[in-house]
């Protein structure tokens, strides 16, 4: 089993410098520690993310880190221009050795794609043209493309990515009909959603990659997202997390709320409920590697992607936190198979 993070960067209290040293710090532990890779998303105009360029975070993250393969989760391919962002794409994956990872989407929320003057109408459309371009822009010397929203002809692509022919590509899942898209492209995925649902999505996933003739052995990653806090004690690790959690969710419905609407895919406004739909976890050690060794099982996942920095989490119980679950967790995990698909 592999493992990952998934991180907001949400804003807390800590002033901006301050903010984005400790996380940097904390990313270099992950590395340390021997996690796989680190997941960044773009959000724009609201607390809930303070990389809205996350090239520019990630190109820290390259230089503070040694073996971690990082990359957004995802790129909001509306609000880019398709050439600019090929160039970063080559420049980070060159920068930083090959450990790159790339993930377009159509960007998760309306209100954020309108402050940029995109209709929400058009962001589908974008997203499949652009995407088709940025891929093709990344694997070829002149560049030429006929499309709706952009095209160009024959301009030098005078930078390439070090990984041929593209960096390993990501994509969120939440149907069945999106784990079939992935699969027949190749893409690693990610599911946010409970364990029951995620296993519909994996064997699904694994059914298409098999139809397709993929090899088993090489299945792409299966990832499953969960908040973790691990602490000295079940009671410090809950306290912990019952605090800090409620920050992270009114950054969360930080725009929604502005515009008296919601997101689309609501999380729990406390803690609690957070442990009642199982999408957290906050415990010692054991409790924690149980319940993640129980959530890889039913869901079928192969990627264990913990969120462990959320919102005014204090940087020593982030720490400590992390330090436990690699001394601990991860080793107890590391064995753990999930369940063939049906």
Request: net charge positive; proline share 9%; glycine share 6%.
């Given at each position: 089993m592999k493992f990952g993070v998934f991180d907001h960067l949400d804003r807390n209290d800590e002033p901006l410098t301050e903010f984005y040293e400790?996380?940097?710090?904390?990313?270099?532990?992950?590395?340390?520690g021997g996690f796989h890779g680190y997941h960044l998303a773009e959000h724009h105009s609201t607390p809930?993310?303070?990389?809205?360029?996350?090239s520019v975070f990630l190109a820290a993250v390259a230089q503070r880190t040694k073996k971690l393969r990082f990359g957004p989760l995802i790129y909001a391919l509306p609000l880019y221009h398709p050439l600019r962002l090929i160039e970063e794409i080559c420049m980070l994956d060159q920068m930083s050795g090959g450990r790159l990872d790339i993930g377009f989407g159509r960007g998760a929320s309306p209100i954020e794609l309108s402050i940029y003057g995109i209709v929400a109408a058009?962001?589908?459309?974008?997203?499949?043209?652009?995407?088709e371009m940025v891929l093709k822009g990344l694997s070829e010397k002149t560049?030429?493309?006929?499309?709706?929203?952009?095209?160009c002809e024959d301009v030098p692509m005078t930078i390439e990515p070090l990984?041929?022919?593209h960096p390993p590509m990501w994509y969120g899942?939440?149907?069945?009909?999106s784990a079939v898209r992935a699969?027949?492209?190749?893409?690693?995925?990610?599911?946010?959603?409970?364990?029951?649902?995620?296993?519909?999505?994996?064997?699904?996933f694994r059914a298409t990659w098999a139809e397709e003739g993929g090899d088993a052995a090489a299945l792409p990653l299966i990832g499953l997202g969960r908040f973790v806090v691990v602490a000295d004690s079940d009671e410090a690790a809950l306290a912990l997390a019952r605090a800090h959690y409620p920050l992270w969710w009114r950054n969360f419905n930080y725009l929604f709320r502005l515009h008296g609407s919601?997101?689309?895919h609501q999380r729990p406004d406390n803690f609690d409920g957070v442990l009642e739909e199982k999408i957290g976890i906050a415990g010692t050690p054991d409790r924690v590697a149980d319940f993640l060794a129980a959530e890889m099982e039913q869901s079928g996942a192969t990627y264990m992607i913990g969120q462990f920095a959320f919102g005014d989490l204090a940087f020593d119980d982030t720490m400590r936190s992390v330090e436990l679950f690699i001394d601990r967790v991860m080793p107890a995990l590391a064995g753990a198979a999930p369940v063939a698909a049906k």
């Open positions: 400790n996380r940097l710090r904390i990313i270099e532990a992950f590395d340390k809930l993310g303070m990389a809205p360029s996350p058009d962001a589908e459309p974008i997203y499949v043209e652009w995407r560049l030429t493309y006929k499309g709706k929203y952009f095209s990984q041929t022919p899942v939440h149907s069945p009909d699969a027949r492209q190749g893409l690693n995925v990610v599911s946010l959603d409970g364990a029951a649902h995620t296993r519909a999505l994996s064997d699904q919601a997101p689309r």
